[in-house]
């Protein structure tokens, strides 16, 4: 187990030196297990594999910024590229999340809205990705804590990007009644977030 420990690290540390076949070595390695985490939170197979293929291309870039021990707490390799997979995973989530919340918006009040261009984010440090990791465990925590309903409306709608109308069907609920339990399960998550302190 340490040995593989100790060869994983090695792997980041010589693709760090920009040793392409390390870096192969790392992704038949641990590509399977990245997908499968990607996959559980996104839903979507092909989003899964976008996903993951910007993973190991960060992966590629800031593989010098690994470090094995940061303020005295280990992180372990696969810790590391954990938190990488979730960042992105959690970047594709937020921006689904816009787009439909976008479109219920057009849908529920026919109005145009323009979507304001926005700079590209900054490269986040080691750290910052262990703390967004956390972050998808708060909100999947949050989740599991909200009752049936609306925990399905949400799922469908944020997890799988149906609209209104297709949650309403799959769930076989008059359309109002699952609008309602989107605004309520939203405004829940949002409390058990602010209660954990996390950002909504």
Known sequence: MNRNILNLQQLIAQAARGDHAAFAEMYER???HLFGIALRMLGQRQV????LQEAYVSIWK????????????????????????R???LDALRVRTR?????????????QQQENAHAPDPAPSAMQLLEQAL?????????????GSFRQSLALAYYQGL?????AAQMNAPLG?????????LDKLRACLATQGVAP
């Open 30 to 32: 641990t590509h399977v």
């Open 48 to 51: 899964a594999e976008d996903v």
């Open 62 to 85: 800031n593989a010098a910024s690994y470090r094995s021990n940061i303020d005295g707490q280990e992180i372990q390799p696969i810790t590391w590229l954990i938190a990488i997979v």
């Open 87 to 89: 960042n992105k995973a």
């Open 99 to 111: 787009r439909n919340e976008r479109a219920w918006t057009e849908q529920d009040e026919h109005e």
């Open 135 to 147: 972050q998808a465990l708060h909100i999947e925590g949050c989740m599991s804590a909200l009752d």
């Open 163 to 167: 609209s209104h109308s297709e949650v």
């Open 177 to 185: 009644t699952v609008k309602a339990w989107i605004r309520r399960g």
